[in-house]
């Protein structure tokens, strides 16, 4: 793209910011269903330059082609896609007066992850007081980060401020063709956050999606790209803790990651979206796609999850470690409990001499769930010395759940070593029985057992987020025994 | 009384293991339960710890003037019953300070009491190390995990000072120890031991009673106690073998 062409992009685009964003779009929505109408109209609304639409039409016109993956080990009534609203404007949640209002379940479980009342009344939509005024955090945050050159954005706002960073980036580690969901969201994406760390800047702070403005509500459709420059670093958290609830029973996101030359980007997630009733009524389905690309020599990538949440999980962060010396890992403690069911774990594809990685999968199920892990470890021709690491681990609690283990390797080069481990392992009633005689009641027995298990993955979670992420799978499988 | 257990008959799955057996603990002191295998020992500690799956068929249990027999396993350890494990379990990646700081705090709240300060802990779990000479590095590994048999029983009684138990219950303790790690547990018993408290010592052999000197020697026999003595029957049954007393027993 030129720079003519950049300046009359910016142009265009800054003049329509001028004119009310706000003022128009309180309750429009596209009709239901999926047509290349409903892709003009989001793109229309969200005033997008040409290029994202010509991406968004293609990747649509792919996925009519495309059939919805059934490989994975789930099951649930077949998504109708023609009975979704694609596009709903970001309108103001009706704000409660005071946490009087708030469903006491969801306060009950924000107490027992220790939030603080503050902290709910945000996540619950309670006015917050003038005195926290979580506006000036925001200010103060935005502007250390762009003392360093540090762009922390909402999707929709780098396609207008920076469309020459999303053009170049977008899709190039996740492209539509990539799969079924991968397509639906490139056609149709709501919002998400954009990020990029300058070349030799070391992020200061970890970036967290509280702290962008305008992070509110970005929707079922969520797309997500971080770029880190030569030698930069960047640890970002997605999601919280706190239950989030949805209306909106499909979500397909996608999250792309581009390190170059020496760079290391850490991705931290702690998903728990709505998982549905005791009958597996209602919940999320959650279909992502998240990859990254060691683009560069020496660079890394790592993956933390902690998936506790949705009825139904599919979803394979993985690593394309095409730099020499690349390191990729994956981190993931998945949760099921009651009907929920899991399939999920990691995707390793080694290009570059001598990159490495390693996998630590721990899967805990319960109730009456069923929880997968699926890998692939891709050792291609020229990654000469290539190394994996394997670990797949499974916890099972009572005898009405599942667990199930799918490596897959596929290995070209003579001169890499791959290593798989798993085991599979229950709580036993000896275990439970020592902690009770020792004073500790099972509830919290369970909840000492599985931290304990989930350690190696947890002790990679930022600080603050690990210690919210453990009394989280305590309470995730409260009620699961006994 | 500590503990007076009256007429109790304890089944598993439908089996009849304890037929009777009474049993009268005072504080200060000491009884040793001895018997062939397969006779009801472990059966018996494991009932008035409360395990699941063991069913009170008749009789009763009083502890401390109260009858625990409704109560939950981990209500009775935190009125002070503490159960020192044939076989401890492994609990992988719980360190095992972590492991008597929840203990320590749920003890606590039970008797309305706050968590306790991290540095009274940490002073607390120092000090009960010194006195089972438990190595230190113990404390910060997964509890039991890749402990020898050895380091194990210790880990019981450093867990029993740390708790300070009413009534401790040493559930064959000393089998597989050497002798210096005997010796440490006996003298663990002995430093506990109080006017406050009591001690029922389950074992096969007489070698922990020559260090910890029990008031009373119990012999239990096909699940019920058919012969009590002093210190002295521990070295005659230790002479002699069980074989005169199922005989007593049997011609009885």
């Known amino acids: 793209m030129s720079k003519e062409d950049n300046n009359i992009l910016d142009e265009i685009t800054q003049s329509e910011y001028k004119y009310g964003f706000v003022t128009d779009i309180e309750t429009e929505t596209a009709p239901k269903g999926l047509t290349e109408d409903t892709i003009r109209f989001i793109s229309a609304k969200k005033k997008e330059p040409e290029f994202m639409l010509e991406f968004r039409l293609k990747a649509f016109r792919h996925w009519q082609k495309m059939m919805e993956p059934n490989w994975a080990h789930l099951n649930y009534p077949k998504i109708d896609y023609q009975d979704i609203i694609y596009y709903a404007a970001p309108k103001q949640k009706k704000e409660l007066e005071s946490l009087d209002q708030v469903d006491p379940e969801l306060l009950d479980t924000f107490n027992k992850l220790g939030i603080s009342l503050d902290e709910q009344k945000r996540l619950s939509g309670v006015a917050v007081d003038a005195v926290v005024d979580s506006v000036s955090v925001k200010t103060t945050f935005q502007d250390t980060l762009s003392k360093h050159g540090i762009i922390f954005c909402a999707f929709s706002e780098a396609v207008q401020n920076h469309p020459e960073l999303v053009r170049k980036y977008m899709g190039t580690v996740v492209p539509y063709t990539d799969n079924y969901f991968a397509a639906l969201n490139s056609a149709v994406f709501s919002d998400g956050s954009f990020c990029y760390i300058p070349k030799g800047v070391r992020c200061p702070l970890e970036l967290s999606t509280y702290f962008r403005i305008n992070a509110a509500n970005t929707g079922q459709f969520e797309r997500t790209l971080i770029v880190a420059e030569d030698s930069s670093y960047v640890s970002y958290m997605e999601g919280c803790t706190a239950p989030m609830r949805d209306e909106n029973q499909l979500h397909a996101a996608i999250v792309e990651i581009v390190a170059l030359d020496n760079a290391e980007v850490k991705y931290s997630t702690v998903q728990n979206w709505y998982p549905g009733d005791k009958n597996g009524v209602g919940g999320i389905y959650n279909f992502v796609t998240k990859r990254g690309i060691c683009k560069g020599a020496n660079s890394k990538i790592s993956w933390t999850q902690v998936e506790t949440g949705s009825a139904i999980t599919w979803k394979y962060p993985g690593c394309i470690l095409m730099g020499d010396n690349s390191v990729g890992e994956f981190y993931s403690v998945a949760v099921t409990n009651n009907r929920q069911q899991a399939d999920t774990g990691s995707k390793m594809i080694h290009i570059g001499k001598n990159s490495k990685s390693t996998i630590i999968s721990k899967g805990i199920s319960a109730g009456k769930s069923q929880n997968s892990y699926r890998g692939l470890v891709k050792v291609t021709r020229r990654a000469e010395n290539a190394r994996n690491f394997s670990q797949c681990d499974s916890l099972l609690l009572g005898d009405r759940c599942g667990a199930h283990t799918f490596p897959y390797i596929e290995s070209d080069n003579k001169s890499s070593v791959i290593e798989h481990e798993a085991t599979t392992s229950k709580i036993s009633d000896d275990q439970l029985f020592y902690c009770n005689q020792r004073g500790i009641e099972t509830e919290s027995a369970i909840g000492l057992i599985v931290n304990g298990y989930a350690k190696e993955v947890l002790n990679q979670l930022p600080m603050e987020f690990a210690v919210e992420a453990q009394k989280l799978l305590q309470i995730t499988l409260e009620g699961s025994v006994g | ?252």
């Open chain 2, 1 to 252: 009384m500590l503990l007076n257990i009256k007429d109790l008959h304890v089944s598993i799955d439908g089996k009849e293991i304890i037929k009777g057996l009474n049993l009268g603990v005072n504080y200060g002191e000491v009884h040793a339960i001895m018997g062939p295998n397969g006779t009801g020992k472990s059966t018996l500690a494991a009932a008035i710890a409360g395990k699941e799956g063991y069913e009170i068929t008749q009789g009763e249990i009083i502890y401390n003037g109260k009858d625990i027999m409704e109560f939950a396993a981990e209500d009775r350890a935190r009125e002070g019953i503490f159960l020192s494990f044939q076989y401890p379990v492994e609990i992988p990646g719980v360190s095992m300070t972590n492991f008597m700081r929840t203990a320590v705090n749920e003890h606590r709240a039970y008797h309305n009491l706050g968590p306790i300060p991290a540095a009274e802990f940490l002073k607390k779990m120092e000090e009960k190390k010194k006195l089972v000479e438990i190595h230190s590095k113990l404390t910060s590994r997964s509890v039991n995990e890749g402990f020898s048999g050895g380091e194990k029983k210790k880990n019981e009684i450093f867990q029993m000072a740390i708790l300070e138990p009413k009534l401790s219950i040493l559930d064959e303790t000393d089998s597989g120890l050497d002798i210096d790690a005997l010796r440490t547990v006996a003298n663990g018993v002995n430093m506990l031991k109080t006017e406050e408290n009591a001690f029922v010592i389950i074992t096969h052999y007489q070698r922990l009673l020559e260090h910890v000197v029990p008031d009373f020697v119990h012999v239990l026999y096909d699940g019920r106690i058919v012969k009590s003595g002093g210190k002295g029957l521990a070295f005659e049954l230790e002479e002699k073998g069980y074989d005169w007393i199922k005989k007593e027993f049997e011609e009885a």
